[in-house]
C-alpha cells in the first residue's frame, strides 16, 4: 500500500479483460470503437489497484461549514446558505435533500426571521447590515483563516487611506471569497489576477499586498517580487506583503506531486467551478500527464482502464470523501463488468 492513500484492490487476469464488454456495448453506454480501442490495448496485468489520497477531500473550513449545516438540518430547522455552500454539485445535492436552501445576497430583503448560513468563504459587511434589517438569525461559519484576513485587509485599508496607499488582492475577481474582501477593504482594492495586471500598481506610493486564500502560493510569490522590485526601482520602501494562501492548500502541492507519480492514471475529483481544484488538477497534469479531471462516477470511461495497473483517485479541498469512495466503487464495477 502507497503511504497516504486508502487502496482498493480488483483482482482481473489478462483473459478476462479480454473478454468483450459487451455489457457497455448494448447499453449504449459504450460505443463499439471505444470497446475495440479498449480490448485491442490491453496490456497484461494481474490486478488493478486503486488508491484513494487520503490527504485529499475537505479543508477544516468547509468540514466545518457542512457540519454546521447538518445540525440544523438533522434537527428539523430550516436553513438558507448565501451561494453554494460548497463548489462540489454532488454535496450540494445531498444537502439540498436535506432541506438545505440557497439564496443570494440580492434576495436577503425577500425573507426575514429565519436562520442563515454564512458558508467557509465569508461575506462582506453588507450581507451582516442587511440581515440585521431583515431580523435573520446569522450563523457564521466564515473559515478562521479568511476570517483573520477580512480584519487585515480592514486594517490595511483604513491604514492605506491614511497614507494615500494601495491595498491589491491576488485573487479571482467573482470568487465569493474576493467578494467578501473587496466588501472588508471598502471596495477600494486592488484586483490582480495574474503577473501581468501588475502594472495597474502606482509604485511611487505605498502597497500591502494580500491573496485568496485558495490561490497558487508559486504564483504569488512572482506577484511578490513582481512588486517589491518595481517599488524598489521607484525608491518605495513602503511595500508590506502578508503570505495569506491558506498553508492546507500551499501543502497540498508536495504531497500531491508524489502521490500523481505513483500512479498509471489520476483521477482529480472537483467541481469545475472549484477554484482550488482547478489549481490542484493543473499541477497534478504536470506531474502525470495521464490525469484525468472529473465531477462524478457517471464520468468514467470505461477505455481509460486499458492496460493501468495502479490508479490514483484525488480530489479538492472541496470535494466530499464519500464521493471519492463511489468513484473508486464505479471503477470496480467498471472492470468487473469486463471480465
Known amino acids: ?149 477580512q480584519q487585515r485587509v480592514a486594517a490595511a485599508t483604513e491604514k492605506m487611506r491614511q497614507e494615500a496607499g494601495q491595498v491589491v488582492i491576488f485573487g479571482k475577481r467573482n470568487h465569493p471569497e474576493m467578494k467578501g474582501l473587496i466588501g472588508h477593504a471598502s471596495h477600494q482594492a486592488l484586483i490582480v489576477e495574474k503577473a501581468e495586471e501588475t502594472g495597474a500598481i502606482d509604485f511611487t506610493k505605498p502597497v500591502r499586498l494580500f491573496s485568496q486564500t485558495t490561490m497558487d502560493s508559486t504564483e504569488y510569490g512572482k506577484i511578490k517580487k513582481i512588486i517589491e522590485e518595481k517599488c524598489l526601482a521607484h525608491n518605495n520602501l513602503n511595500f508590506e506583503t502578508f503570505d495569506s494562501v491558506c498553508k492546507q492548500v500551499a501543502g497540498r502541492k508536495e504531497s500531491l506531486s508524489g502521490f500523481a507519480a505513483s500512479h498509471d492514471l489520476v483521477l482529480f475529483v472537483s467541481g469545475k467551478n472549484s477554484s482550488n481544484g482547478n489549481i490542484l488538477f493543473k499541477h497534478c497534469r504536470t506531474i502525470n500527464p495521464n490525469t484525468r479531471l472529473i465531477e462524478k462516477p457517471e464520468d468514467l470511461q470505461p477505455e481509460w482502464f486499458a492496460g493501468i495497473q495502479t490508479v490514483g483517485i484525488s480530489g479538492a479541498t472541496s470535494t466530499p470523501g464519500w464521493l471519492m469512495d463511489q468513484v473508486a466503487a464505479t471503477i470496480t464495477k467498471i472492470t468487473e463488468q469486463c471480465t
Open 1 to 149: 500500500m502507497i503511504a497516504g492513500t486508502n487502496q482498493v484492490i480488483c483482482s482481473q487476469t489478462s483473459n478476462r479483460l479480454a473478454q468483450p464488454c459487451w455489457s457497455f456495448v448494448q447499453s449504449g453506454g459504450w460505443p463499439v470503437t471505444k470497446f475495440l480501442t479498449f480490448t485491442l490495448n490491453i496490456i497484461d496485468s494481474m490486478s488493478l489497484t486503486i488508491n484513494i489520497d487520503t490527504d485529499s477531500g475537505f479543508c477544516f473550513g468547509v468540514t466545518n461549514a457542512i457540519n454546521t449545516a447538518e445540525r440544523e438540518l438533522l434537527a428539523g430547522k430550516p436553513l438558507w446558505c448565501i451561494g453554494e455552500i460548497v463548489h462540489n454539485e454532488a454535496e450540494v445535492d445531498r444537502l439540498t435533500s436535506l432541506g438545505l436552501q440557497e439564496i443570494s445576497t440580492r434576495d436577503l430583503n425577500l425573507i426575514s426571521h429565519k436562520k442563515i448560513l454564512i458558508r467557509a468563504h465569508g461575506e462582506p459587511p453588507s450581507t451582516y447590515i442587511t440581515a440585521a434589517s431583515q431580523h435573520l438569525k446569522i450563523i457564521d461559519a466564515t473559515c478562521p483563516i479568511v476570517l483573520k484576513l
